[in-house]
Structure formats: C-alpha cells, structure tokens
C-alpha cells in the first residue's frame, strides 16, 4: 500500500505510478493500492487499486478532497 501525501501540502503537485516490473495484475496478483492520507479521497473513493500488469495512473492533488485521477494506462 502507498499512502499519498496529505493534500493540505501538496495543492497543485502531481505524483506518477507505475507498476514498472509489471506484476500488478494476473498471473500474480500483486495489487498495489493507493491510499488517500487521513480522510483525502482518490476520485471520490478512500483507495485506488491498480491491478493491471504495467498499468500507470497519474495524479493531481486539488488541495480540497485531495488527488484526482488524471490519466490512466493498462496496456
């Protein structure tokens, strides 16, 4: 699991993910979650799960409910 930055520090900064070995999704199951700091959401939600091999999220903290999803990619 990653903890993301509180997001009353980080309005306007950008974190990138990648899942860079490329083991997130099946055959090995090895999931990796994005968790908001405290009550700071993910889209709305309290968690993002990223569960596709090689996928790659980038996120942008809005300084309000915390960090958006930006772009998306599951190859």
């Known amino acids: 699991m ?8 980080n309005v306007g900064r ?3 993910v990648k899942d860079a070995m ?9 999931t990796i979650t994005l968790d908001g700091d ?3 959401t993910i889209d709305g939600q309290s968690t993002y799960v990223m ?5 790659g999220v980038t996120l942008v903290c809005d300084g309000i409910n915390g960090w958006m999803v930006t772009s998306r990619i599951r190859p």
């Not at 990653?2 to 520090?9: G, Q, V």
């Not at 490329?22 to 090895?30: C, I, M, Q, V």
């Open 22 to 30: 490329g083991n997130a999704g099946s055959p090995n199951n090895n």
């Open 51 to 55: 569960n596709f091999n090689g996928e």
């Open 38 to 40: 405290s009550s700071d």
């Open 2 to 9: 990653i903890t993301l930055p509180a997001k009353s520090s």
């Open 14 to 16: 950008v974190r990138v």
